[in-house]
């Protein structure tokens, strides 16, 4: 089993910045891939950013050169989001796929005020 911790969601005016957290833990043999969805009310869910086999990184084109996906050696992964706008708004999910198995977050919502 794979547990999946997030932080740093929150309220934030437009053109501000947050940083998001995913700490992997459990029975982790090798991480396939990691990364960052978003759920907006009435949408699916996206890929926001995602990096896969530890050094091949992508972006969903609404977030590229605002967003910078890294990634620790302790198997956290975290998600820099810069000048936010209000179409970020949304519940950001981390997802890691370990041994063939999808694991999910329980989500962090982040609000752009207006």
């Known amino acids: 089993q794979v547990q999946l911790v997030e932080s740093g969601g929150g309220l934030v005016q437009a053109g501000g910045s947050l940083r998001l957290s995913c700490a992997a833990s459990?029975?982790?043999?090798?991480?396939?891939?990691m990364g960052w969805y978003r759920q907006a009310p009435g949408k699916q869910r996206e890929l926001v950013a995602g990096i896969r086999g530890g050094v091949s990184t992508s972006y969903a084109e609404s977030v590229k050169d605002r967003f910078m996906l890294s990634r620790d050696t302790k198997n956290t992964l975290y998600l820099q989001m810069n000048n936010l706008k209000s179409e970020d708004t949304a519940v950001y999910y981390c997802?890691?796929?370990?041994?063939?198995?999808?694991?999910w977050g329980q989500g962090t919502q982040v609000t752009v005020s207006t």
């Open positions: 997802n890691v796929l370990v041994s063939g198995t999808n694991y």
């Open positions: 459990g029975t982790i043999f090798s991480i396939k891939a």
